[in-house]
């Protein structure tokens, strides 16, 4: 009977000291800390790129601050502030009040020399916070100018000192002004458009000219523009540059003026119909371009100039975004100077907060008096209201992504200058008022189309690269070519793009009928050749040693690719008329990029090839060699072996390596930086560029402003991009064990 036997994790190995015992230990618990440090790791990245991408949809927060009474100074027409929210002015029919925003105390009452005993009847802040346009009651208009100047103390406590001046006035008409508009375009034009209590509508331009030694002479035009417009004028609006004037009437429709320079006369450049019912508010949103309406049934929509068909220079007026509506009639607006946010209220006292493209209306306030007017904050961190019983609210504001939502990031946008909705990346322009365009989907749609062109060239040839140094090159050729493919893998992705970029696209350029030629040449070469190889007889090709097959099949490649040049010039004045990019832009209206996903192709395959190539040939080598004997016992050729009994088996590893090169080109950022034109583009063609999630965020990281809505969408696309790895590999993941699950009963 023999004795029971301790088990051997149990049992003291004979040969182990004490040390060894002590180190294995140690180098099992550094082991395991270091596999849950990395996987702690790769979390807490994931964690803080999702933190950071986060607040862009969070909800904007608004805070009533304080209340002013200015009842005893009514009418109030509109009110400013500071870009510090420390000083704000009321202009009333008597003058302008300067208010310090923490001691709720009037600080500085100005009472205007120009007025001579005339009374305020409307005023009119300008976008820019700093002109103010002021109708009297005998038809005269005074362009004036508030400023605030900043200054610290001793202690560093800042100061904000206003001041208030009249810089020009101009006679409209001889009776009292009931709406008032006034433009100035920063330089030497003041643009004011006045509609009269009789409903008169009159147009005044400023301009002051600059001779040799200084300012110059100011000249002064005025027009009447009532007998132009149907219905009776109600509101109007004028761009910054005084170039367009845009009138509402109580039929519903809106006027469009273009006034030149010089002596020419306001020309009437069309009107259309907002509504049916009375316009009651109309304003420019931030850029002057879209028209944001107001009507008294309480509706709100956005109509911006659109082309009447490509390649025309005419444009018409149409509605492009409908916001949430009013239970009331509006009866002001007031636009941001940051964004493309703008406030409405109406005569229930509701004051609302929109973003036109998004058409994203975040809130509506109650109130218990009809809205006079509003203004934003000059940060947009707050905005004042106006009530006709002589209230003065100032509220505090949180939204510092508002353009950000799933529709504007996923889906198709219509954005000014565009004649239809469209998928737009362009994250900066060249002015303070272009609105950022941030649609994720032309970065996706580049990585997809990078990584596709990437595969199609590395994955037949590293796949056959495969097949053919497992199956049929001997041991010493397998043991050249496999270390010289995997020796490309430490080639830095920068040295590739920079080649790519600065010698491979320069030459294709010239070329590109020829490499165009590769395609059907060396198939037909090998064909041809491998023909000719079976004509001759075993006891030559035995002869032959393996490595000179190898040198014959690297000399029929180089031929090949001699021969695809060679006939590049002759195919391309025979079929594309003597110049390709020519005919490819006149046939297709495709232009041909320097920089275009042929080169990226060539690059990126380069890069991705060694990684495919070698999972795939450990995984083929990997095969039992029972099944390759057994085939060939059977009859098979050692190439229907190769193809129907060793690549199924090898299929999941096969697969996996294919996954594995996707992961690798999907996140490839120099060599698509440095070879494509990092254009954000939606076209499949292989003659231009892309731009990828990846390349996407070092170009824009480096510039994009710490926790602004760009850093946070750049955040955003590496979520993405990390969530798209995570379902291809798990996909890929699940396959793989099926076909494991498959093969493995073979």
Known sequence: ?????????????????????????????????????????????????????????????????????????????????????????????????????????????????????????????????THVGLGLDDGT??????????DYDAEGKQIVTPSFFVESAIDLTDEALAHLVFRHDGKSRGTVLGIADSGQLVLGISERQRGLLGD????????????????????????????YVLVGTDRGEVFRWEIGRASSNPRLLDYFRVSDQEVSALDFVLGDVSLVVGDVGGRVSVWMPVRTSEGDNKRVFKRIHTLQSHPAAVTALASSARDKQFLSGD??????????????????????????????????????????????TDFGLYNPHPEVTLQTLFGKVWYEGYTEPQYVW??????????????????????????????????????????????FASPNVRGVVKPVVELMASLPSVILGFLAGLWLAPLLETRIVGALLLLPCVPIVVVICAWSWGQMSEDFARRIPDHWILTLLAGIALFSLYLSFALGPLAESLLFGGNFQSWLLG????????????????????AVVPIIYTICEDALSSVPQHLRAGSLALGATPWQTAIRVVLPTASPGIFSATMIG?????????????????????????????????????????????????????????????????????????????LREKYSRI
């Open 426 to 471: 362009q994250s900066t322009g060249g002015s303070d008022d272009f609105e950022p365009k941030l649609s994720i989907v032309p970065l996706i749609f580049g990585t997809f189309k990078g990584t596709l062109y990437a595969m199609l060239f590395a994955l037949p040839l590293a796949v056959l690269a495969a097949i053919y140094t497992s199956e």
């Open 1 to 129: 009977m023999s004795l029971p036997t301790e088990p051997t994790s149990k049992r003291q190995l004979p040969g182990i000291t004490p040390k060894a015992r002590l180190m294995d230990r140690a180098g099992r618990w550094v082991i395991t800390a270091g596999g849950i440090g990395v996987i702690l790791s790769v979390l807490g990245i994931f964690l803080f790129v999702l933190m950071e991408s986060y607040p862009l949809f969070l909800k904007p927060s608004v805070s009533r601050a304080h209340t002013f009474d200015f009842s005893h100074r009514q009418p109030v027409l509109c009110t400013g502030v500071d870009p510090y929210q420390a000083v704000m002015f009321v202009v009333h029919e008597a003058g302008i009040d300067f208010v310090d925003m923490t001691t709720k105390s009037v600080t500085k009452s100005v009472s205007i020399p120009e007025l001579q005993g005339r009374r305020i009847r409307a005023a009119y802040r300008a976008l820019d916070n």
């Open 662 to 738: 996707f992961g690798r080109a999907v996140g490839e950022t120099m060599i698509v930086l440095m070879a494509t034109g990092n254009t954000p583009i939606l076209d499949w063609t292989i003659f231009n560029g892309m731009r990828t999630m990846s390349a996407n965020i070092a170009v824009e990281i480096p510039e994009a402003p710490h926790e602004g809505t760009l850093y946070r969408v750049l955040f955003l696309t590496g979520v993405l991009l990390a969530a798209i790895t995570f379902l291809v590999n798990t996909l890929a993941e699940v396959v793989r064990q099926r």
């Open 347 to 392: 005569v229930s006292g509701m004051v609302a907060l929109h973003h036109m493209t998004s058409e994203q209306t975040f809130f509506q306030l109650p109130g218990d008096s009809p809205i006079q007017s509003l203004s934003f904050a000059p940060k947009a961190n707050g905005f004042l209201t106006v009530s006709k019983s002589g209230q003065v």
């Open 216 to 243: 110059g002479k100011t000249t002064v035009r005025t027009y009447d523009l009532t007998d132009e417009i149907k219905g009776r004028a109600r509101v109007g609006a004028v761009a910054k540059s005084g170039r």
């Open 587 to 606: 046939t297709t209206g495709t232009r041909y990029d320097q920089r275009n996903c042929l080169v990226v192709g060539f690059a990126m395959g380069f």
């Open 141 to 150: 208009m005074l362009g004036c100018r508030v400023n605030f100047a900043v």
